[in-house]
């Protein structure tokens, strides 16, 4: 049986570290984007706000597929950082995280999570291309079926998470 997670959507939620790291994280889609991949950043922060990892999207330039940003910045952060620093940071991610970074997450014990667009307006933007569509679950669906209690704070700072993403699809 799992434990809920918390909602807290409101981009009012966001204390000042919340929303200079998530813009961090979106200042990363943006350097994805220019250097040829899909427009995704993520930041790992501590529970004193020390920075532990960020990365980019990087599938485009590696072929991986998994190279999503969150994963790459858990790759990061995980062979240097135990597990009690990783369960005590957020993640903040310029996008929702897909199911597979949701599982990352999970696997990592990080229990905080903060994202700006979320998964419906990726989709807008994505399209109806076979090749760009996502699981249709959200970060929330998966983190609510682990034993574990996540906070989630998400959408936030919407408009700013979304630029990268304008011309971005191929449809």
């Given at each position: 049986m799992s434990l809920p997670t918390a909602f807290e959507a409101s981009p009012e939620t966001l204390d000042e570290?919340?929303?200079?790291y998530l813009r961090r994280a979106i200042a990363l889609s943006a350097q994805a984007r220019e250097r040829g991949n899909r427009p995704f950043g993520a930041v790992i922060a501590d529970a004193r706000g020390r920075v532990l990892a960020e990365a980019?999207?990087?599938?485009?330039e590696s072929g991986d597929c998994t190279a999503h940003a969150e994963v790459n910045a858990l790759r990061?952060?995980?062979p240097s950082h135990a597990r009690e620093v990783l369960a005590g940071a957020t993640m903040?991610?310029?996008?929702?995280p897909c199911v597979m970074c949701a599982g990352a997450i999970f696997w990592s014990g990080i229990r905080r999570v903060v994202f700006g667009i979320d998964a419906e307006r990726l989709r807008d933007f994505r399209g109806d291309?076979?090749?760009?569509?996502d699981i249709a679950l959200s970060c929330r669906d998966v983190f609510d079926a682990s034993p574990q209690r996540f906070v989630?704070?998400?959408p936030c700072l919407v408009e700013e998470a979304a630029a990268p993403h304008q011309g971005a699809w191929a449809s």
């Open positions: 570290r919340d929303a200079l980019c999207n990087s599938n485009g990061l952060a995980a903040y991610a310029s996008g929702e291309v076979a090749r760009q569509q989630v704070h998400g």
